[in-house]
């Protein structure tokens, strides 16, 4: 079991930043890879950006946050971040952490189908 914890959410203007956070716990030295998710009203679930759990990061970002967000990983601290800069009114949504710890290697990191392990949910609010 893995539990997953996000914070840090709330409201900025555009142009701003936020930097949310996801704390791990259980079972996380089995993850392969993390993931950062959001869904706006009204709309799916959609990728935002992921990073391997161990070993070397690597990291994979969505088209529409590629150079203003920033995934990354603290393993002593089970804990996933994302830095969001430049943030645009678009960007509004509520922003979820995922764990995948089944390494399904055919299922695309991008894939909500990839992640068996959930948060809560924060809520991130760009005003224009």
């Known amino acids: 079991q893995v539990q997953l914890v996000e914070s840090g959410g709330g409201l900025v203007q555009a142009g701003g930043s936020l930097r949310l956070s996801c704390a791990a716990s259980?079972?996380?030295?089995?993850?392969?890879?993390m993931g950062w998710f959001r869904q706006a009203p009204g709309k799916e679930r959609e990728f935002v950006a992921a990073?391997?759990?161990?070993?070397?990061?690597?990291?994979y970002y969505a088209d529409t946050v590629k150079g203003r967000f920033t995934i990354s990983r603290d393993n002593a601290k089970n804990a996933v971040y994302l830095q969001m800069n430049s943030l645009k009114p678009e960007d509004t949504a509520v922003y979820y952490c995922a764990a995948d710890t089944l390494g399904r290697g055919t299922i695309a990191t991008r894939s909500t189908a990839r992640y068996n392990y959930w948060g809560q949910g924060t809520q991130v609010t760009v005003s224009s």
């Open positions: 259980g079972r996380t030295g089995s993850s392969y890879y």
């Open positions: 990073i391997s759990w161990s070993g070397r990061s690597i990291t």
